[in-house]
T-cell receptor
Framework: AQSVTQLDSHVSVSEGTPVLLRCNYSSSYSPSLFWYVQHPNKGLQLLLKYTSAATLVKGINGFEAEFKKSETSFHLTKPSAHMSDAAEYFCVVSVWQSGYSTLTFGKGTMLLVSP | DTEVTQTPKHLVMGMTNKKSLKCEQHMGHRAMYWYKQKAKKPPELMFVYSYEKLSINESVPSRFSPECPNSSLLNLHLHALQPEDSALYLC????????????????FGPGTRLLVL
């Protein structure tokens, strides 16, 4: 069985300061991990995905995530927050089912960015 | 191109109306999904089509009826909905042929915001 825990429901930062959104996962298999971002009244946009080629994954808009198997974590970071980063972020575990995949979502972390 | 399109963007309907939501992708993906998302919650899976066949129906009420006319199109027919069905309805697609892993990425459309009066 898969599960995802996003440790913070809300994170507040000032513009220009670092961002850390925490995610822990549980997976019976080698995990397929993703981060999606959702801006208000929009669909989900893929931010980055763990490919097993490297433990540090680079995504769009300056975001990165580090896969730590020993800690079962996949935390999302950005060195400097921008106002446009304010959105809901979902950490996701994917399981292959033969012909399709099923996603287990974390509950989401709302990132608030103040000027 | 990783675009999934959905129409309409917004829909208001009465409880006796019949309407349809449409989803389209041209990435050659063979798996397509419908999700329902309530405010401040993650998306909940409703239906999965794989190779135009219904693979998952997550105990969704019969007032929601999915249809997959071909590998690029996915419809969701709505009839006699209730106010609690008001939500953002998201469509997604994935290759369905990759054998899993990071290659089996789901790409989401912008959603249809549905309001049932």
């Amino acid at each position: 069985a898969q599960s995802v825990t996003q440790l913070d429901s809300h994170v507040s930062v000032s513009e220009g300061t670092p961002v850390l959104l925490r995610c822990n996962y549980s997976s019976s298999y080698s995990p397929s991990l993703f981060w999606y971002v959702q801006h208000p009244n929009k669909g989900l946009q893929l931010l980055l995905k763990y490919t097993s080629a490297a433990t540090l994954v680079k995504g769009i808009n300056g975001f990165e995530a580090e896969f730590k198997k020993s800690e079962t974590s996949f935390h999302l970071t950005k060195p400097s927050a921008h106002m446009s980063d304010a959105a809901e972020y979902f950490c996701v575990v994917s399981v292959w089912q033969s012909g399709y995949s099923t996603l287990t979502f974390g509950k989401g972390t709302m990132l608030l960015v103040s000027p | 191109d990783t675009e999934v399109t959905q129409t309409p963007k917004h829909l208001v309907m009465g409880m006796t109306n019949k309407k349809s939501l449409k989803c389209e992708q041209h990435m050659g993906h063979r798996a397509m999904y419908w999700y329902k998302q309530k405010a401040k919650k993650p998306p909940e899976l409703m239906f999965v089509y794989s190779y135009e066949k219904l693979s998952i129906n997550e105990s969704v009420p019969s007032r929601f009826s999915p249809e997959c006319p071909n590998s690029s199109l996915l419809n969701l027919h709505l009839h006699a909905l209730q106010p609690e069905d008001s939500a953002l309805y998201l469509c997604a697609s994935s290759p369905g042929t990759s054998g899993g892993g990071f290659q089996e990425t789901q790409y989401f459309g912008p959603g249809t915001r549905l309001l049932v009066l």
